[in-house]
């Protein structure tokens, strides 16, 4: 029944019966399966609002708003504020979804099944009680990965069975992560639209062993762990500079409305520049664009403006474009932000976009540039508010330099 609900809402978009069902208000637990079998699940609600339904995507304290949705006969489509990604399913009956998580890729469309479950507020459901603690600050390696994201390091808070907390690394953090602490054994799991990840290992003591990092339907990698309070990461002011002899940036791309815009433009001369490498794609730039909005707003009258240079998933400047509108909207984005027309898994975005860099190490990426245009510090990455304090400090520390460029 599934597979034959599933290829004619793929094919049509639509279930033609005469039945109309009812979304249900309320919690839901949402199962992401992978091609391994291996299932990545979160929490929703469904609520009214203004007369139509909208729904909260829970990860730990995060509440992420869906607020398009259509309910059509047996079928609910939702689509997700970010990514180009949608989840579309057929009502089983009123407590039951089945259905797919459909995100957009540069030529084709990732397709992974999901199903939804009424009433099931827990995320993962626990044998016996936990017999670990894995509250603290870890230093954490994953095995096999590239230099510079081979190194993490995690902070988790655990009460009774119930696990928040995230992994820091060297470009950002992996958000708002919750799960359980079930016996020895843990479980952590992300969604936000666009990314879905689980977590699991063993806890033994001040070691965290045979870690397994799950990925959307198909990425795997091994991971281990031991308690380190003092556990550091790479300078993230340190892994992205100007090549030698390199001071200034000299580019011009097109803006959201087509138009041409220029760093050596008149309203950029004299001024303090912020320089935000992003995508409409990236989860840690949807962190950091809410605070560089702040800053603008408040900066924007004493000499500081900022410039965000997308790097989208396709080189198509409408399709990017209209990611990059929703994107503005939600996060009432004032500041001018222009579209590179290069793929951000081009291996040469930053000889074809900004050839003064050494490489671009990771989104987003934030520069800062003098009022002689003259770049003074280049900072990878973003530590978002499932990372606590240091999502303060990371705010603070953007305002500081920003002081202090105003009156150099």
Same mark, same amino acid.
């Given at each position: 029944m599934y597979k034959k609900a599933l290829t004619f809402i793929l094919a049509t978009g639509f279930l033609f019966t005469n039945a109309q069902q009812k979304f249900q208000n309320g919690i839901w637990r949402a199962v992401l399966e992978r091609n391994d079998g291996k299932e990545i699940v979160?929490?929703? +609600?469904?609520?009214?609002s203004a007369g139509k339904k909208?729904?909260?995507?829970?990860n730990a304290s995060e509440r992420l708003l869906a607020d398009q949705i259509t309910v059509t006969r047996d079928s609910v489509f939702i689509t997700l504020?970010?990514?180009?990604?949608q989840l579309r399913a057929a009502f089983v009956n009123e407590n039951e979804l089945n259905g797919t998580w459909l995100k957009r890729l540069v030529d &084709? #469309?990732?397709?992974t099944p999901f199903q939804a479950f #009424?009433?099931?507020p827990e995320r993962f459901k626990t044998n016996s009680n936990a017999t670990a603690n894995v509250s603290g600050r870890w230093a954490v390696t994953f095995l096999n990965a590239p230099k510079n994201e081979d190194v993490a390091v995690g902070e988790f808070v655990q009460t009774g069975n119930h696990v928040t907390g995230t992994f820091l690394n060297p470009t950002g953090d992996d958000r708002f992560l919750e799960g359980v602490m079930d016996g020895d054994s843990l479980r952590l799991s992300t969604f936000d639209g666009g990314h879905a990840f689980l977590f699991t290992a063993k806890v033994e003591g001040d070691k965290i062993i045979g870690g397994q990092y799950f990925s959307g339907p198909t990425f795997k990698q091994e991971w281990i762990a031991e308690k380190n309070e003092n556990a550091t990461l790479p300078d993230e002011f340190a892994l992205t500079k100007m090549k030698e002899g390199q001071t200034k940036f000299d580019f011009a791309f097109r803006d959201i409305e087509g138009k041409t815009v220029s760093i050596h433009n008149a309203r950029f001369k004299n001024k303090?520049?912020?320089l935000q490498l992003m995508g409409s794609w990236c989860p840690n730039c949807m962190d950091e664009t809410p605070v560089l909005s702040k800053l603008y707003d408040h900066y924007k009258n004493k000499g500081v403006e900022i410039i965000g240079l997308a790097y989208e998933r396709s080189t198509d400047f409408e399709r990017s474009q209209k990611?990059? %509108? /929703?994107?503005? &909207?939600r996060f009432n984005v004032n500041y001018t932000l222009l579209i590179t027309g290069v793929s951000v898994? +081009?291996?040469? %975005?930053?000889? &074809? /976009?900004?050839p003064q860099l050494e490489k671009i190490e990771g989104f987003p990426t934030t520069i800062f540039i003098n009022k002689r245009g003259e770049v003074e510090k280049i900072h990878t990455g973003f530590n978002g508010p499932g990372t606590g304090e240091h999502y303060d400090e990371q705010k603070k520390e953007f305002y500081d330099i920003v002081n202090t460029l105003l009156v150099k």
């Open positions: 979160f929490n929703f +609600d469904v609520k009214d909208i729904i909260h995507i829970h504020p970010f990514f180009e990604s &084709k #469309y990732q397709v #009424y009433n099931q303090v520049v912020l990611s990059l %509108r /929703t994107f503005q &909207k898994n +081009d291996s040469l %975005r930053a000889e &074809k /976009t900004l």
